[in-house]
């Protein structure tokens, strides 16, 4: 069935809409209409081609989520070699690169076009009849690789050009970056789940762009700024340079919002000791900043050698790295319980900065690293990122030199140390009474679906505290109106407004009191999920982790996590005071009634035709059953369906009792399911 010619209409208005949309919000950072109305638009988008399949193009902005895997890049060969910058690091090198211009121009001064010098991956992009069809990074200089569609994947990248005036085809010379706040947001995400973090931001953004998976580079935070030319037909080009990137903001390709022209040598030093100031709170990595001879006619006479152009040096920052000794290691209990090990280091200068501890992020980069005290090390430093060890230098390893090991126990309160999944963080477990974690208790504690203390804020909470009235959540219930008045913005009035809250909270349920404990994975579903399971605090406080782990909704890590917390002392001393200072919740009689199964154990073998075993487990769980997989002497059933397996041999063996499927249905009709 042939489209509709109104259909392709619009299919082409919404992409040009877009497009500018995306231009004005990730180039120009100046949005023009509302996220849900951009929302909008692209389903309305996405609802067409998936109607019309047939006007799926490369370059609609639909298609950036990324194309299939790729199992290997293809060679590009450079039109116009992609050079390399000679490097400057003093003013005198500076000034003598000036003087060369100008003594090969005949001239006494040259205006430059100055900018940001990005620490990030240089890229050339080729568009032809305003449509981006190939991408490649620098390589050799000679040859890249192709890397097209992880490029298209990056939102700043126009797919297709603004505008008009364009070439029919030409090249666009940038850097692919990764700005600072999505670097750390990245490395965050990596450690959460395990994975190996990212040594500074050039490295995550080659490591994201080099991916073979096209979809894991377009849920990673790219950047992109064009700073020059490839491939570009002579009588197209501006007199300059500085207006050849004007032109390609106005196509929608975005360029440094700080590059500018200044006049001569002073000119440039004077640019550059600006960004050096501004160098740390730039959103992204700079390691130095870039002069080039404005005018393209002197480009051309100054001509090249043969690795870099004569018209262009890299003015480079001071070095973010520096070589140094771990003298000690730290262990840091962050406000959720977290423990980092931090490096004590011997004090060195970074970047003009001081640096005397950087931190090793957990055990598992410590392990990776091989970091021992005593290593001498390579510490970076880059923007408002804390210092990070990047590597050991084993060469210089003493012979006393002392591995790193994870405590056993909190270096704060004491308490058992847990591991999260997959080993890579570890925790404190003694969250209700670890001075560390007060806050954060203490705030979650009074949170409105826990025991929803009204008028206990954060601000109040930081002056309970710096004022030693409080030193778990259980000291709450002694405060006294007195005290509370004499705290700040607080009065009479408040103070007895906190009282009643606080005496109104005391009447709860075992699902909110649970939820408020604040155990690590438990939140108000599987709150309540365990309340009415076990009915009472000490039945669940009593369970083990292969009791906690069968029930549907907690598993194994969870159960972990709840053995763990009521393994602690100092955590039973709290609900202790708490109950002592009159939190208490109805029984749950429902759940607390004797269960008909209770204790018993089952073995599902072969196929049910009246349930899924999904259901038949649920069922016997309901009743107090246990589910297990494997049989054992301690098995009281094994339930065979059709086609049973090698368990129901090994259950006539031990002699334990087989249901058939009747059998197990009659068992449960007694039982009352």
Partial sequence: MAVPEAIRRRVEQLRREIEYHNYRYYVLDSPVISDAEYDALMAELRRLEEQYPELVTPDSPTQRVGAPPSEAFAPVRHEVPMLSLDNAFTDEEVRAFDRRVREHLGVERVDYSCEPKLDGLAISILYENGRLTRAATRGDGFTGEDVTANVRTIRTVPLRLLGAGWPERFEVRGEVFMPIEGFERLNRWTLRHGEKVFANPRNAAAGSLRQLDPKITAQRPLDFYAYGHGVFPRE???????????RFLSWGIPVSPLREVVQGVEGCLRYYRRMLERRDSLPYEADGVVYKVNRF???????????????????????????TVVEAVEVQVGRTGILTPVAKLRPVQVGGVTVSSATLHNFEEVKRKDIRVGDTVIVRRAGEVIPEVVKVIVEKRPPDAKPVEPPERCPVCGAEVVADPGGTLIRCSGGLYCPAQRKAAIKHFASRRAMDIQGLGEKLIDQLLEKGLVRDVADLYHLT?????????????????????????KHTTLARFLYALGIREVGEVTAQILADRFGSLERLMEADEAELARIPGIGPVVAKHIVAFFRQPHNLEVIEKLRRAGVHWEAEEKAAAPKPL?????????TLSSMSREEAKRRVEDLGGHVTNSVSKKTDY???GENPGSKLDKAKQLGVKILDEAEFLALLRQAGA
């Fill in 236 to 246: 197209k080009l501006p007199d300059t340079h500085h207006e050849l990137l004007d």
């Fill in 297 to 323: 006619q002197w480009q051309e006479r100054l001509g090249y050698t043969a690795r870099a152009p004569r018209w262009a040096v890299a003015h480079k920052f001071p070095a973010h790295e520096a070589t």
């Fill in 481 to 505: 109106a007195e005290q509370l008045a004499r705290l700040e913005r607080m009065g009479p009035k408040s103070a007895q407004n906190l009282i009643e809250a606080l005496e109104k909270s």
């Fill in 598 to 606: 209770a204790g018993k154990r089952f073995v599902f073998t072969g």
């Fill in 638 to 640: 094994v339930v065979a």
